[in-house]
């Protein structure tokens, strides 16, 4: 299984970003998707989840109302809209994939992505 992160950048606070992750190498519908990030010095983190059909999405507390992720199973897909970004947003974003069910827990994932630096200016 192959990830593909994309969509980082810079942006200032208050400001949008689309990151998406693009899968291959395995039937995708299989397949739970998640996002994670690493800030400098700190713990990779939980940030979204959603199921293999899409019908369950999960978010870490601190990105509710903000992030949104969604799954595109035709084109095997996975983007994560975040809007009202805010400085202690910056990381290095991971999608993750994992072959049945996944939660909040980096160890139930099976595959990583490289990830793609999201950097916000206040």
């Known amino acids: 299984v192959q990830l593909q992160a994309s969509g980082g950048g810079l942006v200032q606070a208050g400001g949008s970003l689309r990151l998406s992750c693009a899968a291959s190498?395995?039937?995708?519908?299989?397949?739970?998707m998640g996002w994670f990030r690493q800030a400098p010095g700190k713990e990779r983190e939980f940030v979204a989840g959603?199921?293999?059909?899409?019908?369950?999405?999960y978010y870490a507390d601190s990105v509710k109302g903000r992030f949104t992720i969604s799954r595109d199973n035709a084109k095997n897909t996975v983007p994560l809209q975040m809007n009202s970004l805010k400085p202690e947003d910056t990381a290095i974003y991971y999608c993750?994939?994992?072959?049945?069910?996944?939660?909040?827990?980096?160890?139930?994932?099976?595959?990583w992505g490289q990830g793609t630096l999201v950097t916000v200016s206040s």
């Open positions: 993750a994939a994992a072959s049945g069910a996944a939660g909040r827990n980096w160890y139930g994932y099976n595959y």
């Open positions: 190498g395995i039937t995708f519908r299989w397949l739970s």
């Open positions: 959603i199921s293999q059909n899409g019908d369950s999405t």
